[in-house]
């Protein structure tokens, strides 16, 4: 390449031209130079892997050490479209890889994996210098905006560029927490040059719930510890937070893509909650009706049930008429209370996305069908996965995949480009 510099709109020339920063760019970008690939990584934002450090803020979970056949299924539909990238970097491939780059693993009481500094800065700081050591050369601040005359067209600074390129990579992300640089722009341009994409819809995210002011004003913030959720999802142990618009947290996201689906399918959902995992419905049930009439409502729960605090709120919240319940109703309710929600929060709160370029668009090699010598990676093709370090190891594989698909595109191309020549009179 010659050059690529903010500000200047002569067209110039990129080997492989990746544009997007994230982790899935960047693992494309270290297969490639380290094959000995001339790389350019653009990026519209100041600087790389911004939803990489703001995940590092929770410890950067980078993936799990549950068996491999569990863990592949986490993928759901899309389990095996993934499988050949995720057979060529397992879960064991990532804890290596990032052991390499000086950020030793271990692996949490839940079997989630983490780097030890619980946090994603020092690895990006490696990768980031060992990608520059192979010789791959990085563009902030170069929005993609589409191709033109089969070349990159970016704005910048300085104004439009266009980029030629022999090979190109697309990982620009899904829709969620735009402000880190991945805002699904790429799918008004994708779409238009025939590229089918499903919706673009929040994962891994909370939900708005319709709660009176008085809940709202009294319970917003407040954990709900040691309860059992159940979905299409399954029964899953855990915690959650009640909001200001509904409920939150790691044990809803666990839920969250069956809420959704059930939302667009059958127009309501629930979660149904147990908030006393440790007792028989029988037992609390009998426990409840041993204790005097005279002991106040709240008092019973608590002795019975050992419910109080939000748990109890939220029972009344849910069954207004509670108290005057007889206790099998009421120790039903405790076991199984339907909670109600209204719509997933929106895309730009969650976690991670759902839909992105459908799977019979790609090649083996993850080129776009319809747009050869165009390849992409990472959130931005219709996958999801729960969370718990999925989301980054298939990021990573698919990454690498892209990567050994553009290698494998450009070899062929000079092998022809030599027989070509070698033919010519
Ligand atoms: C709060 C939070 C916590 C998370 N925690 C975890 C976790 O612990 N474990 C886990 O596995 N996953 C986690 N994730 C999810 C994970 O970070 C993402 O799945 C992953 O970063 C997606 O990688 P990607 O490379 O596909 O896209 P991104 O990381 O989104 O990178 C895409 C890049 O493309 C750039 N870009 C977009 N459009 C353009 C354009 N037009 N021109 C130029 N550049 C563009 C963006 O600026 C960005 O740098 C978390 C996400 C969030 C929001």
Not at 144 to 154: A, P, V, Y
Not at 336 to 352: F, K, T, W
């Amino acid at each position: 390449m010659t050059r690529v510099a903010e500000g200047s709109s002569a067209a110039q020339t990129a080997g492989v031209a990746i544009v997007g920063g994230g982790p899935a760019g960047l693992a494309a970008a270290e297969v490639l130079a380290a094959g000995g690939h001339q790389v350019h990584v653009f990026d519209a934002m100041p600087s790389f892997g911004r939803k990489v450090l703001l995940a590092g803020k929770t410890g950067l979970n980078l993936t799990h050490s549950e068996p491999y056949e569990t863990f592949v299924s986490r993928y759901g539909a899309a389990a095996s479209h993934l499988c050949k990238a995720l057979d060529a970097f397992t879960p064991q491939d990532v804890i290596a890889w990032a052991d390499e780059l000086g950020s030793e693993c271990f692996t949490g009481s839940s079997g989630r994996v983490f780097p030890r500094a619980m946090k994603a800065s020092p690895l990006m700081r490696a990768w980031l210098g060992r990608l520059s050591n192979l010789g791959v050369q990085f563009h902030t601040r170069h929005r993609w905006t589409g191709f033109s005359d089969g070349k990159l067209r970016f704005e910048t600074s300085g104004g439009e560029i266009f980029v030629s390129f022999d090979a190109c990579l697309l990982a620009l992300g899904g829709a969620s927490w735009s402000r880190m640089g991945s805002d699904g722009a790429w799918t008004a341009i994708l779409g238009s040059a025939g590229v089918e994409i499903a919706p673009l819809r929040p994962a891994n995210c909370g939900f708005d719930v319709a709660w009176s002011e008085s809940f709202r004003d009294r319970f917003a913030g407040a954990p709900l510890k040691s309860v059992t959720a159940t979905s299409a999802a399954g029964s899953v142990p855990g915690e959650f937070v009640i909001s200001r618009h509904g409920i939150e947290g790691s044990l809803v996201y666990a839920h969250s893509a069956a809420l959704r689906d059930a939302l667009e399918h059958q127009g309501s959902a629930a979660l149904v909650l147990d908030l006393a995992p440790g007792r028989t419905e029988t037992r609390i049930a009998g426990d409840l009706s041993r204790l005097p009439a005279k002991v106040s409502f709240s008092n019973r729960l608590r002795k019975a049930a050992g419910i109080e605090g939000v748990k109890g709120g939220l029972l009344r919240e849910l069954v207004p008429d509670i108290s005057s319940q007889p206790p099998q109703k009421i120790a039903g309710f405790i076991k199984a209370l339907r909670l109600p929600v209204a719509r997933p929060r929106p895309i730009a709160e969650a976690i991670s996305s759902a839909g992105g370029i459908r799977w019979d668009e790609i090649d083996d090699g993850y080129m776009l069908k319809a747009l050869p010598g165009i390849f992409v990676a990472g959130e931005m093709i219709d996958w999801e996965a729960p969370t718990g370090g999925y989301l980054l190891t298939a990021c990573l594989a698919t990454g690498r995949a892209a990567g050994e698909g553009i290698a494998a595109r450009l070899t062929a191309a000079r092998a022809e480009a030599r027989s070509s020549a070698s033919r010519a009179p």
